[in-house]
């Protein structure tokens, strides 16, 4: 399977963006898709994840409220919808995956920058 982030960008404090990852290769093999973070000078970490049959979104304390994670399953395709966007949202963002057979993301795309100016 293979991931590949876009939508990243510079906006303004208050504004929104959408990411987007396509997944191609044999998706139906995944558990679970996620979207992860790292700003600079820290670690990276898991904002938002879903299951692959779109159910269960889960979100980080940081953003809850203020993203949405989304599945268009006939697509293959990956979204987070970010909102009110802070100047602490700034950092790379990834998309990534957990195949059903391991407990963890394997697979990963390249990240995209998202800065949020104040």
């Known amino acids: 399977v293979q991931l590949q982030a876009s939508g990243g960008g510079l906006v303004q404090a208050g504004d929104s963006l959408r990411l987007s990852c396509a997944a191609s290769?044999?998706?139906?093999?995944?558990?679970?898709v996620g979207w992860f973070r790292q700003a600079p000078g820290k670690e990276r970490e898991l904002i938002a994840s879903?299951?692959?049959?779109?159910?269960?979104?889960s979100y980080a304390d940081s953003v809850k409220g203020r993203f949405t994670i989304s599945r268009d399953i006939a697509k293959d395709m990956l979204y987070l919808q970010m909102n009110s966007l802070k100047p602490e949202d700034t950092a790379v963002y990834y998309c990534?995956?957990?195949?059903?057979?391991?407990?963890?993301?394997?697979?990963w795309g390249h990240g995209t920058l998202v800065t949020v100016s104040s």
């Open positions: 879903i299951s692959w049959s779109a159910r269960n979104p």
């Open positions: 990534a995956a957990r195949p059903s057979s391991i407990n963890r993301y394997t697979i």
């Open positions: 290769g044999r998706p139906y093999t995944l558990y679970a």
